[in-house]
């Protein structure tokens, strides 16, 4: 059980606000280098983007090979072992990381030149045989597919609950409902946050606040993020191991990932609208559709779960990670649909920069 903290007036070496899959893996990281660290989030630890992905680990399959996101998913993959496996040693809960491969079925008119660009990225063209071999469920009519191997998945929900039992085991104090109005500034250096419950000094201040990470006031160099709706759904199929997938499935209209426990999500739309995050049933009765059209036993299983989430998108296509003005404040934000994928690479970064300065 995790017991959060209750405002108070005691100063902390470090604020970060958000507690989603970013902001925790921070805060542990420093806080296994000695720091005190305080995190505050404006609703329930992991319970935003964190809690609303899919949990997939494709960085070959999803950035162009040898651009700047292509590095970081694959430099943040090879530290993926390492982490998972450390979380559940200091927690002793499982993060169901899955680095078995990713199945990227292919459509008739893939061209030759589509598959030449997969494979130089590593991806391997298999047959209708193969594929079958991998995935006894899927539907006969996919006669080609892409596989990346040694990519995959980890259950981002299992995660964010391992990072804030890991956090809190080493001193961490995590504030929920306590949302952040404002960055507090004096004489040109960040000294801490305004909260709905009060001031909080820190000598640093990192904003991990996701979607709402542009509405954060106070004296400091703005970071301009955007959220983007995603909706997405569950599906418990437990009752039908010989058909379940064992690998994660992207495909260009819908992407299956499958848990340990039996349950496959299903994802997912990708909307502008704003921090709207109602659910469409026929948003969601058209993913489970293309989910069925690739393992046809998933038409007969209804939704146990569907939901919305806000990517938190910012103007570049790479994350901002590091400082920004005035002193002492650094973010790490605009991290889109990779937040999962980035968040070991993105703590490393962040208490790089931030380490280095108390060194």
């Not at 070959?60 to 993959?77: A, P």
């Not at 008739?108 to 995935?135: M, P």
């Not at 418990?236 to 058909?243: M, V």
Request: proline share 5%; charged share 25%.
């Amino acid at each position: 059980m995790i017991s959060f903290a209750s405002p108070t007036s005691d100063s902390t070496d470090c604020s970060i606000i958000g507690a989603g899959v970013i902001g925790l893996s921070i805060a542990r990281r420093l806080a296994a280098a000695g720091l005190s660290v305080a995190v505050y989030d404006r609703s329930s630890p992991g319970q935003e983007a964190s809690y609303a992905a899919g949990g997939m680990l494709c960085p070959r399959l999803e950035f162009q090979k040898e651009s700047k996101l292509s590095e970081m998913g694959e430099i943040s993959l090879q530290l993926y072992p390492d982490y998972a496996r450390e979380l559940e040693e200091e927690t002793g809960l499982c993060v169901d990381l899955r680095l078995n491969g990713v199945l990227n079925p292919l459509s008739c008119d893939a061209s030759t030149t589509e598959i030449n660009a997969a494979e130089v990225n590593g991806a391997r063209l298999v047959d209708g045989e193969t594929i079958r071999g991998l995935e006894p469920g899927i539907t006969p009519e996919i006669t080609r597919a892409l596989y990346y191997e040694e990519e995959g998945s980890i259950d981002n929900r299992a995660l964010t609950a391992a990072l804030a039992a890991a956090s809190e085991k080493l001193g961490v104090r995590i504030y929920p409902d306590c949302e952040v109005l404002e960055i507090l500034v004096q004489k040109e250096t960040a000294r801490g946050v305004r909260t709905r419950e009060g001031d909080f000094s820190s000598a640093f201040v990192i904003n991990c606040a996701g979607a709402w990470a542009g509405r954060i006031a106070g004296e400091v160099e703005q970071v301009d993020i955007a959220p983007v709706k995603g909706q997405m759904l569950m599906l418990d199929c437990n009752g039908f191991q010989d058909k379940l997938p064992r690998h994660t499935i992207y495909s260009h209209q819908t992407y299956l990932v499958p848990r340990q426990d039996g349950r496959v999500i299903v994802g997912a739309t990708v909307e502008d609208k704003g921090f709207d995050k109602s659910v469409e049933p026929a948003a969601i009765e058209a993913l489970h559709r293309e989910a069925a059209g690739m393992f046809p036993f998933l038409q007969d299983i209804q939704p146990r779960e569907s939901w919305a989430g806000l990517r938190p998108m910012g103007k570049e296509d790479v994350p901002y990670i590091g400082a920004l003005s005035p002193d002492g404040y650094y973010a790490a934000v605009g991290h889109y649909r990779n937040g999962i994928l980035l968040a070991p690479l993105t703590q490393e970064l962040v208490a790089r920069e931030i380490l280095g300065t108390t060194g």
